[in-house]
């Protein structure tokens, strides 16, 4: 992947062989174990097929179709403690993502990633007094020779900093633990970042897992090895590279989700089949009332696509050169609400839904999509409950000093991820009008 380090552009789509094309029924959804990565060679720099080969085995789950519910007290439950499995095709540092109900009641699916005799969970306040006991007990059930050390840190991305993760740091260091401890991130986005960064750091490099709590960690930031903190200046512009043993994905964790964040994680759902599965995107346009709903199939077939599409992206591109930029469709015109208006007063996939809404509105500007895409864009994140504004007091001067310190940004010129051509299709450029980008920065800010 060398030849793709700093592109000023380029082209991605999505080939049908790409990602397995099944769709839930009312007795059985897709189990299929992937193993992702394979890159056949390209004719040209500006254009990246995406293929898909077998694993070496397959699992297959199996759900009862629940009717969906309509409140939040509803409860997402499947008649099998089988899961699925998804793997990250990376050489000697490849791991499954493991998705399915009741997961936290099977200790063998953590404990079998656990390396050494001692285990650090880090979570947080909210998260803490509904699963912090649950899974230690996963961790250390029939197994005497684990103990466990916990740290619980206060909840909300304003907590993303540097001074909370020192907490987690004084934790190990008091504990003595050594470098074949296994950290555990229990929570949202916001505690694996954390978490994996203090892994990576802690002695150098120490073993972690991820269990992920809400929509946003389990379709997106759990998987793929991005971790960090933010800055006052900057969103996750402090960071590391580094990739978990296991994802562990209990879907039942969502019965506890506020609808609130709910929708945010939906957000990111929503980017995958936008930027490249657009068989994805049309499901969600007929399915988006049942994942409101919580309805358990519908979501486990959600967070299995999303994972796939992810974990595709991330086998080809680990450390960002060129293609796994595409994933941050929004983000550069969503961290830059987030940081203006200060950490934690927009939930990320909030800020998303409206950096996408932007980022839509410049291509279309560009004349690189239709319009009849801007309206499914816009009507799918009112459908899933995502503001499509942007707040009232932000400026265009806000907007251009945060975004040029975006981390997309290569010798002084801002690259974008837009949408070229029909869906399931992008670009991520530094080739375009910039009038464009004024134009639309004028259209959503008040000056």
Partial sequence: MAALANPSSLRFSTTKASISKSTPSSKFFSGTSLKLGSLQDY???????????????????????????????????????????????????????????????????????????????????????LYLDKVTDALTRDNPKISVETVILPDGEQYKDMDTLMKVFDKAIESRLDRRSTFVALGGGVIGDMCGFAAASFLRGVNFIQIPT??????????????????????????????????????????TLPDRELASGLAEVIKYGLIRDAEFFEWQEKNMDALLARDPTAFAYAIKRSCENKAEVVSLDEKE??????????????????????????????????????AVDMS?????????????????????????????????????????????????????????????NCVFTSDYDPQALD???????KS
């Avoid at 293609?323 to 990320?348: D, K, M, V």
């Avoid at 251009?400 to 974008?416: E, H, P």
């Fill in 43 to 129: 004719s040209a720099p500006d254009q990246l097929p995406l293929t898909a080969r077998p694993a070496r085995s397959s699992i297959y789950a199996s759900s009862t179709q629940v009717t969906p519910a309509v409140s939040q007290s509803s409860k997402m439950t499947t008649s099998s403690r089988v899961p699925s499995i998804v793997e990250v095709d990376l050489g000697n540092r490849s791991y499954p993502i493991y998705i399915g109900s009741g997961l936290l009641d099977q200790p063998d699916l953590l404990q079998r990633h656990v390396h050494g005799k001692r285990v650090l969970v880090v979570t947080n306040t909210t998260v803490a007094p």
């Fill in 439 to 445: 134009d639309t920065l004028r259209a959503f800010s």
């Fill in 321 to 358: 050169s060129g293609l796994r930029a595409t994933l941050n469709l929004g983000h550069t015109f969503g961290h830059a609400i987030e940081t203006g208006f200060g950490y934690g007063q927009w939930l990320h996939g909030e800020a998303v839904a409206i950096g996408t809404v932007m």
């Fill in 364 to 424: 279309h500007r560009l004349g690189w999509i239709d319009e009849s895409l801007v309206k499914r864009v816009r009507n799918i994140l009112k459908q899933a409950r995502l503001p499509t504004s942007a707040p009232e007091s932000m400026t265009v001067e806000m907007f251009k000093s945060i975004m040029s310190v975006d981390k997309k940004v290569a010798d002084g010129v801002l690259r974008l991820i837009l949408l070229k051509g029909p869906l399931g």
């Fill in 214 to 255: 809400t929509v946003m960690a389990q379709v997106d930031s759990s998987v793929g090895g991005k971790t960090g903190i933010n800055h006052p200046l900057g969103k996750n512009l402090i960071g590391a590279f580094y990739q978990p043993q296991c994802v562990l994905i209990d879907t039942d964790t969502l019965n």
